[in-house]
């Protein structure tokens, strides 16, 4: 594909700067009219900055790298995004809701001409319940005079409220001083909680799953008693692999051969279920040796809905002859299309042939998995795709893509915003591109659309 790779005057043209690294974001958050782009524009010292009287000014950019003091961050203009889709503002709780997800910070910015409205405060719920740091902006305090009124906003509980005016740059510094003296170095990322990571041993019955699981944990026979019809807990057990311990979840649901020569589909499959929700990471075992069945397909389904990272095995590769290992790559390109960012491990459990290859393969689905993109990142290689493949054209109507963030990790789910539809094969497009640029090897990857017209 020949990706036509715009220059950095082009990106700051689209409103995306350059790749940073994982700068911290400050969103500014207010109802319409507060001042909320005068304040960015102050902020970033543009002298030629242009706001308009008139609600519903087309703003280009709402994303921007500032500094202040030596300090680097994304400064994002909620109110420059709320008005750049054809002039209507969207519900105010949802812009506050998503300037949320993205920032580290909150400037809730208020007019201390008005006082509080009634947006305004519900405006601040969603801010409270997001428990980011929230520095409150009394804005439109051009002289001494109104410093009055903007004491009188010590009532909100969000401690100083910091008395600006926007237009004349009144206060800004201290307000800016504030920012950063809650500001974090980096931008947010997850509190990652490594413990053993868990690990979910699937398939159907006969696939190797428990001669796999006495491999690895060195041959070691765990006797599980088989009582029919006894209920238990699931029990997990802790096996060191490549110098770290992991935990593998139910095994003895693995090991318990009476119910799963019973039949009982419908158990199996409750337990593949349990053992999934309580795993982080899925090893579905394929038998090499036979044709890939419809059950392996549902379980593989079974991991893809549980969001878990996932990693195929094909075991029993001691039977392979020349002519099964070529019909199963081509099962594979007929089948597993749609997981083909799965790490693949071909191994046997009876001889041990590439066991040892489960560990990379697991590290990386689960690195995968945890990763985060910066915004910033995410929004210049938005930024350079979008301009070089825009969304097709429908009815004369084209979707405009105007930013990205990334909401959630495990397994990262990213969330565009955009003025339209976007078409599934374009959504496609996007994620093999993102899976290219950020390597997401073994990790599912949800992109949610948020549409605002
Ligand atoms: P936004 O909708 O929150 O982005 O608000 P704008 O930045 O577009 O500002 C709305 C209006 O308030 C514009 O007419 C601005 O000129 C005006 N405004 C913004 N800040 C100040 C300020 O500090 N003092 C005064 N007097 N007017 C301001
Ligand atoms: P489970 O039902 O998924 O736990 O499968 P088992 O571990 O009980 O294995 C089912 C059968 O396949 C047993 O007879 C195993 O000895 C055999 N088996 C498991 N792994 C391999 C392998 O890598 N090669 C060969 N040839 N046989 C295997």
Redesign the pocket.
Known sequence: DDLALLDADDLEDLGYGDPAPNLPVVAVV????????????RILGRREAV???V?G?TRDRVFYEAEWAGKDFWLV?T??W??KVDGIAYRVAEQAEVAVELADVVMF?VDANVGITTTDEQLLKVLRRSQRPIVLVA????DQRGELEAAALWNLGLGEPFP?????G?GSGDLLDAVLAVLPEEGRGDAVDHGPRRIALVGRPNVGKSSLLNRLAGERRVVVDDLAGTTRDPVDEKITLGGKEWTFVDTAGIRRRVLQSSGADYYASLRTRSALDRAEVAVVLIEANEPISTQDLKIIDMVLESGRALVLAFNKWDLLDEERRHQLEFEIEKDLGHVSWAPRVNLSAKTGRHAEKLVPALEQALESWDQRIPTGRLNAFLGTLVAAHPHPLRGGKQSRILFATQARTRPPRFVIFATGFLEHGYRRFIERRLREDFEFTGSPVVIGVRIRE
Do not use: I, Y
């Not at 804005?139 to 051009?142: I, R, T």
């Open positions: 207010g109802r319409p009219n507060v001042g909320k782009s005068t304040l960015v524009n706001v308009e009287d609600p000014v203009d109110g420059g709320e008005e910015v804005n439109k305090v051009d600006v005016s926007a237009l004349h009144r």
